[in-house]
């Protein structure tokens, strides 16, 4: 079977970019993959976190995972600081990865503007980091949205310029992004993406977000002066509406626009927030559920790490080993 490597940071609560752009994927692609889902939580760290909240979104996104439907029998389900050789790769492949790769990466340049002074070394690193996430698990594919696929084409290029400079090391993985979710954009600022460390909480739609919530921020969702429901980069609100439509419904955006003709946007967005409403509220009371019964939870990250860790433990070693270190 081939090999899914995905995971989501702890870094706020999960947005509907997040289960559009990827768990909604991983479903799809679980029973043919032997898939890997993790929770990244060394990858939150690059920014400031609450450790309390930081331990409450770890365990809020295994639940969503499993809420959404990974099954946890099928899957290997963990969280990243579980698994030390993730951090050890990490270092190893920074010493194979230049300065100026790294400079160009666009989500760092975002990042590092909005945080002017107070840029970590490790939001500098982070894409070093999902590669070692990555290439430690032999992945072939990464379901990820868009906005990941600069930080994949340079896994990529790591891991050629490692088994170029020893021997075939690593598998060169490949992205999977989705084709109408891949980016979900800010629902006050459709040229900016969702984004869960998003300041405005009226441009994300969160997925334990309460019905009246989503309503009402998809109610004031920023449209244009058009008037009519067309896919068209000249309306990139309705664009956004069309594709978060588009995903949930499976209609492809020309049937949205058929569908809406004459009809005008009030009638359109509540349709759009009454499917999102749909589509999550399952997940929210299976949430909840999971929630409540730590134990079980516990059981599916202690079973997954332990897989998860014998798997990666074998790749650092072959790389330490090419790279000239004693085994012991
Ligand atoms: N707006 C989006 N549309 C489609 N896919 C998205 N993803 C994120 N935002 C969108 C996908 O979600 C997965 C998890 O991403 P992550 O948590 O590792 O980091 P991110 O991409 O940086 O996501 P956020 O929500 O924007 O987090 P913050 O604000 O903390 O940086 C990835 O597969 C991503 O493509």
Known sequence: KKVIFSGIKPSGDLTLGNYLGAIKNW???????????CVVDLHAITVRQEPALLRKRTLEILAIYIASGIAPEKNTLFIQSHVPAHSEAAWLLNCFTYMGELSRMTQYKDKAQKLGESISAGLFNYPVLMAADILLYNTDLVPVGKDQKQHLELARDIAIRFNNLYSPTFKVPEAYIPERAAKIMDL???????????DNPNGYILIMDPPEVIRKKISRAVTDTVGVVRYSDEQPGIKNLINILSAITNMTPEEIERRYEGSGYAKFKEDVAEAVINELAPIQNKVKELLDDKTYLENIYKKGAEKANYVATKTLRKMQRKIGFIIK
């Open 188 to 198: 006050q600022d459709p040229s900016k993406k969702m984004s869960k460390s998003e």
């Open 27 to 37: 479903i799809k692609l679980q029973d043919e993959y032997d898939s890997y889902f």
